[in-house]
């Protein structure tokens, strides 16, 4: 079974620009979760997925949004980027919703801000 | 507020020894969850072990054990035999929240970084 997919593995952009991540979870897993992880914040959770409806968000600015698709895909937008923003995003999945749930993660993106 | 404290960023064990991971936690809920996640450096976060706060009994998955004391509120994970595939950052995580009420959320101490020496 495939695990969690990230794309794409590297990204850099510009302050002001904005971008969309992407993450397929496990087959047959419904739910999708978003973590930032920065070395002086550390890993904070962003919002959570389920069934194309956000279940639950962290506190994280409006810039950051998120949306799932009917095959549970996801994808998470940054607006108007910030240098701060720099971080390695990570996606998890699991079988049922709530960030209880075991969850499985992908090996993330890398974003640069310039 | 709830967090979650790990006091030692790194420690090292000497392959085969057995070494223990320290986490304490603040919450005033009375169900939870904690979790032990490890990230090496291939980046992946791997679910190591899942303690639910009502069960008495300490997780254990192969090798990795916990030792949950909900009154001190302590959650500390003992890894037996160490194996140099062990090297990574573990992070203890608290679930927190309600997820009827749409709070739910992982809470992430800042990680120990676990040197295994052949």
């Known amino acids: 079974k495939a695990g969690v997919t990230q794309t794409p593995r590297y990204l850099i952009k510009t302050r002001g620009q904005q971008v969309t991540l992407s993450c397929s979870p496990i087959s047959g897993h419904r739910s999708v979760s978003w973590y930032q992880q920065t070395p002086g914040q550390g890993l904070q959770f962003l919002f959570e997925?389920?069934?194309?409806?956000?279940?639950n968000k962290g506190n994280f600015p409006g810039r950051f949004s998120g949306r799932q698709f009917s095959n549970s895909r996801s994808e998470m937008n940054v607006s108007t980027l910030e240098l701060g923003d720099s971080a390695l995003y990570l996606c998890a999945s699991s079988l049922v919703g709530g960030v209880g749930q075991p969850q499985h993660f992908g090996d993330g993106t890398r974003l640069s801000i310039l | 507020a709830q967090t979650v404290t790990q006091s030692q960023p790194e420690m090292s064990v000497q392959e085969a020894e057995t070494v223990t991971l320290s986490c304490t936690y603040d919450?005033?809920?009375?169900?939870?969850?904690l979790f032990w996640y490890k990230q090496p450096p291939s980046r992946q976060m791997i679910l190591v072990i899942r303690?639910?706060?009502?069960?008495?009994q300490n997780a254990t998955e192969n090798r990795f054990s916990v030792n949950f004391q909900k009154a001190a509120k302590s959650f500390s994970l003992k890894i037996s035999d160490s194996q140099l595939g062990d090297a990574a950052m573990y992070f203890c995580?608290?679930?927190?929240?309600?997820?009827?009420?749409?709070?739910?959320?992982?809470?992430f101490g800042k990680g120990t970084k676990l040197t295994v020496n052949p």
């Open positions: 995580a608290y679930r927190m929240g309600d997820l009827r009420g749409g709070s739910e959320k992982l809470v």
């Open positions: 919450t005033s809920e009375s169900d939870y969850y």
């Open positions: 997925y389920f069934s194309e409806t956000q279940r």
């Open positions: 303690q639910e706060a009502y069960k008495q």
